[in-house]
């Protein structure tokens, strides 16, 4: 089975913090995504990565940076975090063409006070 | 550009009815079309997906989507709902194309209560 696992579930961090969450999967997929969820708002791409190194932008990519080292490990940071950054994180991934599906983590829910 | 709508928030059914949940897209060429579903406290986990071919698609859990060009929608449906189908569901699609974007949009979500 694909595992796509997150390094926290949950996160309490102070605004102006910079804020790192990881994202590690096990299948050699290469293409990987950082989502973040909201009521109402459903999935809103932040980053995704078709390659180590490679990153492209997605909806929302203001506050954040990405960082891809290794194929398996996708990082997400937020410089600064801010308040209206509070909301759950998803990590997925995928293997090469876009007609596969992807396989996501358990989220991660962070709160910036 | 590509989007995907879910009119509905919320769908409420009784247990052992036939379940709908809607799902309309836009994109400029062919669709690749995905549902996912989310239990409380859960990640998200693929159900089925249309690519090409049969416009009837089958997934897990007894689920079923129908793929209907001309009314560019892809509705999940299940003949039969169990208390256990409670959870939120999402609709997500891609253009099949080399241009554009190559990740997924997903809709806002139709949350799915069958009471017993």
């Known amino acids: 089975d694909v595992k796509v696992t997150q390094s926290s579930r949950y996160l309490v961090k102070r605004t102006g913090e910079k804020v790192f969450l990881e994202c590690v999967q096990d299948m050699d997929h290469e293409n990987m995504f950082w989502y973040r969820q909201d009521p109402g708002l459903g999935l809103r791409l932040i980053y995704f990565s078709y390659d180590v190194k490679m990153k492209e932008k997605g909806d929302i990519p203001e506050g954040y940076s990405v960082s891809r080292e290794k194929k398996e490990r996708f990082s997400l940071i937020l410089e600064s975090a801010s308040t209206n950054q509070t909301s759950m994180y998803l990590c997925?991934?995928?293997?090469?063409?876009?007609?596969?599906?992807?396989?996501f983590g358990p989220g991660t829910r962070l709160t910036v006070l | 550009a590509q989007s995907v709508a879910q009119p509905e928030d919320q769908v409420n059914v009784a247990e052992g009815n036939p379940l709908t949940v809607k799902c309309t897209y836009s994109v400029s060429g062919n669709p690749y079309l995905f549902w996912y579903v989310q239990y409380p406290n859960r990640g998200l986990q693929f159900l089925l997906k249309y690519i090409t071919g049969d416009n009837l698609v089958k997934g897990s859990y007894g689920f079923e989507a129908e793929f209907n060009k001309s009314q560019t929608s892809f509705h999940l449906k299940k003949p039969s709902a169990l208390v256990s189908d409670s959870a939120l569901y999402f609709c997500?699609?891609?253009?099949?194309?080399?241009?554009?974007?190559?990740?997924?949009?997903f809709g806002s979500g139709t949350r799915l209560q069958v009471q017993p």
């Open positions: 997500a699609v891609r253009d099949s194309g080399n241009t554009g974007r190559r990740a997924l949009t």
């Open positions: 997925a991934s995928s293997p090469g063409p876009s007609y596969n599906e992807q396989f």
